[in-house]
């Protein structure tokens, strides 16, 4: 058995540094074999640095997804040149630096992982089901894993069925709410709608909630959005999955602000 960890949508400074120093003990203390994180909003204003992507693998990240806040940061086009292991959404232009899909072997498991953008309320890319359609017949590996980074909880979900007994897990990441919907499809994919954020709990969405509120308040005045700071809670969702098979045995949600 091989045991995924998958983290939501690490926010800011407060949530990087929460990862940094927690992850070796998270993935001891759960028994990790694998680690793929959403690292979309890891820098300032959104985005990924190289440094960032660097401490991330160092602390215990194996692949890194993107998704519509990819390019937020100047530094990220090239983040996606240089390192293998940080991908963005498979359905972007095919002109978008870097990799929609990355494998790693670790020596147990060839592992795939691979990178969706919704299009509901989200940037109108190409069809992300199509593109992971078209993909599957080249992939090899003896488990998928698939980040669908999506607002829609119905467009994440089609996904979950579209994909159900072709791959290993599909979790939703983007709307940084956990979703209490963790559960074994009926072809054995493991699936969430969304993971949720690991970042500052009182806030909106990982944003100074003072800025948001003012912005609904007051929605034509021009504002800045500002990463808020204050503890950070964990989210995440744990796949057990048979790398005989493929298929997902349990899924176990992961909320909390102090490792137990
Ligand atoms: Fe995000
Ligand atoms: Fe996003």
Known sequence: MIRVLAIG?????DGREYVYNSLGRIR???DIDFCVANGENTAEPNGITRDIAGTLTRCGVDVITMGNHTYDNKESAGVLEDFE???RPLNFPPEAEGNGCTVCDIGKARIAV???SGRVNM???DCPFHAVERLLPKTDADIVIVDM???ATSEKLAMGHFLDGRVSCVF???THVQTADERILPGGTG???DLGMTGVENSVLGVKKEIIVSHFYNPVKRVRFEKAQGEVWFCGCIFEIDEKSGKTVLVERLRFNRLQ
């Open 85 to 87: 292991n940080v991908i």
């Open 28 to 30: 001891s203390r759960y």
């Open 172 to 174: 939703g990441t983007h």
């Open 114 to 116: 691979i990178s969706l």
């Open 149 to 151: 980074h999506a607002e």
């Open 191 to 193: 699936f969430i709608c």
């Open 9 to 13: 949508d690490i926010n800011g400074e």
């Open 123 to 125: 940037t109108p890319v």
